[in-house]
């Protein structure tokens, strides 16, 4: 079971900056135990386990990277075009006989180099004479237009560092590397609730002060996109003693206990309560809006997080919370949020001290300048908000007051999982 140590926070006094909440996180998770092997269609998302050596040198062997002409670079031609004959035909996939001193082979891209050839004139560049023979420039320099073998990564060289969240493109170089499977990290367990007596699911009957949930169903998904194995436990109603006992029973067989909604400090808001009463917990003030209130503990040496109960709060503190300690959990790399520069095409003012994100859509100007328009209206309840726009604009905590055409940080909703 994944600790989480408990003795580097506490509960009130000035809200946490961001940074210092990451690094925190960073710090004080440890990744869990077990691995397993996956085949590579699977291995999307996951957590590579173990450092990955190329088995094989990519690639395998001498190709041409073009569609021309193979030479000995000894023949050359130097003070003026030349004419040589072609002594043979090489297509991608079929072996290559050496070639003779003085001749030219025609080549295709991907075919291998014939033994003693080590340069390619691109067939763009060559004219066939009456008698078939290939006329070649000068100029061209040795070892042109040819991949030697291991050029992109070199037999027993790391291909893939442990720790690295892996995307199709590593899946793809492990395919390349005559690989079938990759040893992972095992799954993160997430046990999810929602809290509050003024929810139902979607589907249920509903009173008429009672919202249908919507955050348990958008927390599952991005964590799934985070390869956890979630496992959705409904509904935890405003009682202190059934939120406590829900709370450990999750623990005792997860990896991480999710929760929004509650951690606020309403009188109906219990969550810090049963979090204290199951095990101890710190809240976390963060210094960010949307997301302000953020609850942190263990609970049997489980960390727990409570999110907002507000849609767009419960988003954006997830990306800085939660994935954080699910990368940690699983023995992830730092994955670091790096908010890309554009053009602000809104007027906004905001409180020093404290990092804010707007919502915000990108649009390509007349001058071909990429321009970032807030969403009209504010509230970090507004689901369309976040459906109807690309991303957020991140102001640091020095930044009082933003004006059309200011420079500032883009991160598109992709970027945060």
């Not at 926070?9 to 998770?29: Q, Y």
């Not at 001193?101 to 066939?128: H, K, N």
């Not at 302000?292 to 507000?310: D, E």
Request: hydrophobic share 45%.
């Amino acid at each position: 079971m994944a600790q989480l140590s408990d003795d580097c926070f506490a509960f009130g006094g000035a809200l946490m900056p961001v940074d210092e909440a990451v690094a925190l996180i960073g710090a004080r998770v440890s990744p869990v135990q077990g691995t397993q092997t996956v085949r590579l269609e699977e291995a999307d998302h996951r957590v590579l386990a173990q450092p990955l050596f190329a088995p094989v040198p990519l690639p395998l062997f001498a190709n041409s990277a073009v569609d021309g002409y193979a030479m000995r670079s000894a023949d050359l031609p130097h003070d003026a075009p030349r004419a040589f004959p072609v002594s043979a035909r090489v297509q991608a996939g079929s072996p290559a006989a050496p070639i003779a001193a003085g001749t030219s082979v025609r080549i295709f891209t991907g075919a291998p180099m014939p033994e003693g050839a080590d340069t390619v004139f691109m067939q763009e560049d060559a004219e066939l004479d009456e008698a078939g023979r290939v006329l070649l420039p000068i100029g061209l320099r040795p070892g042109a237009n040819m991949r030697p073998a291991g050029e992109d990564i070199a037999q027993g060289a790391l291909a893939i560092p442990a720790g690295v969240r892996l995307r199709p493109q590593h899946v793809g170089l492990a395919a390349a590397l005559g690989l079938t499977e990759l040893c992972v990290t095992r799954r993160i367990r997430v046990a999810l609730f929602s809290t509050g007596n003024e929810l139902v699911g979607p589907g249920s009957a509903r009173a008429p002060a009672q919202l249908f949930d919507s955050n348990r169903y958008m927390l599952a998904a991005l964590l799934r996109r985070l390869g956890c194995e979630v496992s959705d436990l409904g509904i935890l109603r405003d009682d202190r003693a059934a939120l406590a006992q829900g709370l450990q029973q999750a623990a005792a067989t997860h990896d991480l206990v999710l929760t929004s909604g509650g951690v606020s400090t309403g009188e109906e808001d219990h969550v810090r309560a049963s979090v204290e009463a199951a095990g101890s917990l710190v809240l976390w003030r963060m210094a960010i809006k949307p997301g302000r209130p953020v609850a942190m503990g263990v609970i049997a040496g489980t960390p727990f997080i409570g999110l907002p109960g507000n849609p767009v709060a419960s988003f954006v503190t997830f990306a800085y919370v939660v994935r954080p300690v699910v990368l940690a959990l699983a023995g992830a790399r730092p994955e670091p949020l790096v908010a890309l520069p554009v053009r602000a095409d809104f007027a906004y003012k905001k409180k020093k001290g404290r990092r804010e994100y707007v919502r915000a859509s990108l649009k390509i100007s007349p001058e071909g300048l990429h321009m970032a328009d807030k969403f009209p209206r504010e509230g970090a309840g507004l689901l369309s908000s976040l459906a109807d726009t690309d991303g957020l604009i991140e102001l640091g905590e020095d930044v009082e007051r933003v004006a059309p055409g200011d420079s500032v940080g883009f991160l598109a909703y992709a970027s945060l999982i």
